[in-house]
């Protein structure tokens, strides 16, 4: 037995875990955040619900042809990313597309979009010229075939999302598209969408900040010549330190853009408010109340935290950028058609631009189709999930395939990976990883109450698994270390859990009994013995040496 000292920690390795059946092959662990010497109580899916019910907002307005051209073009890579690491399989799919126009209100600014626009509902144009079903109001994919539509799964989304086109409303509505289509009268029907058990991910993909109003507000009224339509949705939506807005605007402004973020203070009373005018209050709806209607769609709370994942491609500053965002407003080109020649209108200036066409070498006009505009109302509806259910990506970037990419692999590891993201104490001199942990098998318990919503709550199934010994008799549980060049169940878990900065490539299996029947959502409760990481100069401690 190896000595070492308890300079160590507790962690509860919360993720989904494979189950293996005698020949164990395992599904990668999400990621918890440990603190050193504390014991942390996480669960881990151990019969993985491997069905993802997937969402995507395409902001359709005039600006958003390229970006929609570069999500199309990376699509496959998140497809990619969903599939089983062992054997390539793709987890059964819906996937439904909203677009960001419900219209402005009570206000007539958005020409053939009044009447509010969209209204929410599923976008599906065209789909039998996408390779769709006429009827289809998403496209669904079940045990490895489509359901409602024929060709490659990737190649007929990218034209359905393609087919949204850029006419939509410039008051876009990205967070309140949520409650558009989920709770709105007319649109109660796309509640089918939502298979109970199914895992939820909303993909959002724009480049303007969300400017989500009630549908009665009088906020985008108020004509003015001077200054760009949307540019209200900053100056009334945003606020920044040291920095005083108006509205209407009458002059530039210029300040660091990370001293900005989005009002969260109360929002306005429509029956009591004048919003056509400056307002005291927040004219856009309350962020708090967007978060929550999306958690809502998964019962709320702990459940939505367990089964929600939000991923934003939008106005951030590009990832390895060192360049200080600001957030301007000067004067702009007037894009209205009918302007004169060299007319100038105040307007919000966009905070990244795609490296491919900067400013300096394509001109301020022609690199802003290819920039963005920041979004801070979206920031704060990311912070508004827990870290593990949010991923955020800018939309300058020139390629989008890291960020499908990323998307794809976050849905994987909420749905079930086994991936341990702490280098664990060895605990014996034998060979391979003997870990110190305790596994505990936790059934899920449905029930409805009397307004039809369901709840689930757990409890813990008998004694603790023992871990595995030379015999693997079942039930029991053990560590794989992924070895490239080792046996192949190692190259198998060093393919599914690769090695990240000193965290050797771990895999954890429970071998079960074939007959042993636990119902699919059944968890476990897992605590692992793990490394601290030593101290620069110095050697690790004795069972982290390896």
């Known amino acids: 037995m190896k000595i070492y000292l308890r300079t160590i920690r507790w962690v509860a390795l919360g993720t989904g875990l494979l189950v293996c059946l005698w020949a164990c092959i395992s599904h990668p662990l999400a990621q918890p955040v440990p603190e ?30 390229p970006k929609q051209d ?52 599923f976008q599906m144009r065209d789909p039998a010229g996408c390779g769709a079903n006429e009827n289809a109001r998403w496209l669904e994919y079940t045990k490895g075939k489509p359901v ?5 799964l990737s190649q007929v989304f990218g034209c359905l999302a393609s087919n949204v086109g850029v006419k939509g409303c410039g008051y876009e509505h990205q967070l309140g598209v949520f409650q558009w289509a989920f709770y709105a009268t007319e649109n109660a029907s796309q509640w089918d969408f939502l298979r109970p058990e199914a895992y939820l991910g909303i993909v959002i993909l724009t480049d303007e900040d969300d400017c989500s109003a009630p549908p009665n507000t009088n906020m985008y009224n108020k004509r003015v010549l001077a200054e760009g339509g949307s540019l ?6 945003h606020q920044c330190d040291g920095a005083q807005f108006a509205f209407p605007t009458t002059g530039p402004l210029s300040v660091s853009y990370a001293s900005c973020r989005a009002r969260t203070d109360v929002s306005c009373d429509e029956d009591k408010t004048d919003t056509t005018e400056a307002t005291s209050c927040n004219p856009l709806t309350s962020i708090a109340d967007l978060v929550n209607s999306v958690k809502q769609l998964k019962g709320g709370g702990d459940a939505a935290d367990e089964k929600v994942l939000v991923a934003a491609i939008y106005g951030t500053p590009r990832a390895g950028d060192t360049t200080a965002p600001v957030y301007k407003i000067d004067l702009a080109k007037d894009p ?14 966009p905070i990244c631009y795609d ?36 991923r955020a990506y800018s939309i300058c970037e020139s390629d989008f395939g890291p960020a499908m990419q990323g998307v794809g692999d976050a849905l994987a590891n909420l749905m079930g990976d086994l991936c ?8 014996s001199d034998k060979p391979g990883l003997q870990a110190d942990c305790r596994v505990a098998y936790r059934i899920p318990h449905e029930a409805q109450d009397k307004n039809g919503k369901w709840t689930t709550t757990w409890e813990e199934k008998g004694e603790s698994l023992p871990a595995c010994d030379g015999s693997r008799t079942p039930d029991c549980w053990e560590v794989i270390l992924g070895n490239e060049n080792g046996t192949d169940v190692e190259k198998s878990a060093a393919k599914r859990c690769p090695v990240k900065g000193s965290t ?18 059944t968890k476990a409760v897992m605590q692992c013995l793990t490394c601290v990481d030593p101290v620069p100069g110095t050697q690790p401690t004795a069972g982290c040496d390896y």
């Open 336 to 349: 209205n058609p009918y302007a004169e020649a060299n007319a100038k209108i105040w307007d919000y200036w």
């Open 420 to 427: 341990v993201p702490f280098k664990l104490v060895d605990t």
């Open 148 to 152: 409602n539509f024929t060709g490659e």
């Open 36 to 65: 050193p010497g504390q014991e942390s109580h996480g669960q881990v899916t151990i019969v993985p619900m491997r069905h993802l019910d997937l969402l995507f907002m395409v902001d359709n307005s005039p600006s958003m042809k």
């Open 504 to 521: 050797p490539s771990q895999m954890v299996n429970v071998v079960r009994k074939p007959d042993n029947d636990l119902p699919v959502g």
């Open 232 to 237: 209200r949705c900053g100056t009334r939506g």
């Open 355 to 390: 490296p491919d066409y900067s400013p300096s070498s394509v001109g301020v006009d022609v690199a802003a189709e290819h920039g963005a505009t920041g979004g801070l109302r979206i920031d704060a509806f990311l912070n508004g999930f827990p870290a593990r259910n949010r």
């Open 70 to 121: 570069k999500m199309k073009a990376q699509f496959p890579k998140l497809i990619e990313a969903l599939r089983d690491r062992n054997d390539g399989t793709l987890p059964d799919l819906r996937i439904a597309i909203l677009d960001s126009d419900v219209g402005a209100g009570y206000s007539e600014a958005c020409g053939s979009t009044v009447n509010q626009g969209d209204k929410g509902a």
